[in-house]
């Protein structure tokens, strides 16, 4: 049986998805301190731009904090001027959160850089091959999840 700390008897494709997890954490973690953002905050932000006017309660639950961390959270977003709250039409205790910067130009574009390097160099590669890849990595995931 190996070692799965020995780095000498871990597999080749371990070593790559530890090697890509290290780089996305260390490209993501650089990204946030040039804007100033501390990575729940980046979470969210993008989370916002995806879904937007997104309720707060749905940011929270995307996140996993509480009613008053987001709270907390949306308000550091919004005096950043990253957000803005807008009043429900039908029901004026109902915010809705929307990005009011664009994640797709530069700073903030660099939130997404890594992964967008990546697509782009999935969309070069073979259909079949991308499959392929896709699948294993389906099944490492699932196996790591199921051994915590």
Not at 64 to 73: C, E, K, P, R
Not at 79 to 99: F, P, S
Not at 126 to 131: F, L, S, T, W
Request: hydrophobic share 45%; proline share 3%.
């Amino acid at each position: 049986m190996q070692n799965s700390t020995d780095a000498s008897t871990t597999s080749d494709l371990a070593r790559a998805l530890l090697a890509y997890d290290d780089a996305r954490r260390a490209a993501t973690a650089e990204a946030r301190r040039a804007l100033s953002l501390n990575e729940l905050d980046a979470k969210a932000l993008i989370f916002v731009a995806e879904n937007p006017g997104a309720r707060p309660s749905h940011v929270r639950d995307h996140l996993g904090i509480t009613s008053a961390g987001v709270t907390t959270l949306i308000d550091r977003l919004v005096q950043r001027g990253a957000v803005r709250r807008d009043l429900d039409d039908e029901d004026r205790r109902v915010n809705h959160i929307t990005a009011t910067v664009d994640l797709t130009s530069p700073p903030w574009c660099s939130l997404r850089g890594f992964d967008n390097a990546v697509e782009a160099a999935i969309a070069e590669m073979d259909p079949a091959e991308a499959d392929r890849v896709a699948a294993a990595l389906r099944t490492l995931t699932a196996a790591g999840a199921a051994a915590g």
